[in-house]
């Protein structure tokens, strides 16, 4: 079994905030079973040190975590991706609390960590056109040596989407946007550097290649979520054993019932 750790990154997240969160600091199954203390205070423990108050959020007590994790031996380290978080929605404190940049703080632990993989957990592809999306993982595979795996998904925090003047149509919308998005991460990903061309309904990109481009052939693995649910291989097919492999797209839905349901609507 591996095990991933999903690294508190929230204003909230941290031993010392005083509140707990969900998702923060949490190990999830994902190489050999990891051992030792990530809460333990000490050198890079990620808890406050000297000109950080309890609970504080900064890039030092994350990347502390990260060192942590690595030595541990876990073998994947998340990071998710928001603008903020509200944990009232969770029956938590009301207010919006602070996070790092999903993508910049996995490129920062790039630069920290040395053999642990980094992963987004998971990015919302409306956040980022996909052309663009392209160049970024690309680049950050190559910042990593090969340790990216890009986990992409169709958003659910409509609050975010609306307040940073982002699109956020239904459901099925989101759906078939995604799967545009996809599509082109294929397509500029798998020959990089070879020009691609993509006409859709949401999305498209004429002759634009991916120089450099990924460490990992024939492309990066990537993982994508339309919602909170069970990972699916292929939409329809939610019982079959999931496995990484390398430059396979998975492809997961929930919160609007089944892919060809959500799809309508």
């Not at 508190?8 to 999830?28: E, M, Q």
């Not at 000490?42 to 030595?71: D, I, K, N």
């Not at 996809?182 to 004429?206: F, H, N």
């Amino acid at each position: 079994m591996e095990l991933g750790f999903a690294l508190p990154h929230y204003a909230y997240s941290f031993p010392d905030s005083g509140t707990a969160g969900a998702g923060s600091g949490t190990a999830v199954a994902g190489s050999g079973p990891p051992s030792g203390d990530l809460g333990t205070a000490g050198a890079g423990s990620g808890t406050a040190g000297a000109g950080e108050t309890a609970g504080s959020l900064s890039f030092e007590r994350v990347a502390g975590y990260a060192e942590r994790a690595e030595a541990a031996g876990f073998a994947e380290l998340w990071v998710s991706d928001h603008f903020w978080s509200d944990l009232s929605r969770y029956g938590g404190p009301a207010g919006r609390q602070g996070t790092l940049e999903c993508w910049s703080t996995l490129s920062a632990l790039a630069m920290r960590t040395h053999r642990v993989r980094l992963g987004s957990l998971v990015l919302a592809f409306g956040f980022r056109p996909p052309a663009l999306l392209a160049k970024m993982a690309s680049t950050l595979d190559q910042l990593s040596a090969g340790r990216l795996d890009l986990g992409l998904g169709a958003g659910w925090n409509e609050d975010e989407f609306r307040a940073n003047d982002l699109p956020f149509p239904s459901p099925g919308e989101r759906l078939a946007m995604l799967e545009e998005c996809l599509e082109i991460l294929r397509g500029m990903l798998t020959d990089a550097g070879t020009p691609a061309s993509y006409q859709g309904k949401y999305y498209r990109v004429d002759n634009a290649p991916v120089i450099p481009g990924p460490v990992q052939r024939p492309r990066r693995p990537g993982r994508a979520a339309a919602g909170r649910g069970a990972p699916l291989d292929r939409p329809g097919h939610a019982d079959r054993p999931r496995r990484r492999r390398p430059g396979r797209a998975l492809a997961a839905v929930a919160g609007v019932g089944s892919w060809r349901r959500a799809r309508r609507r």
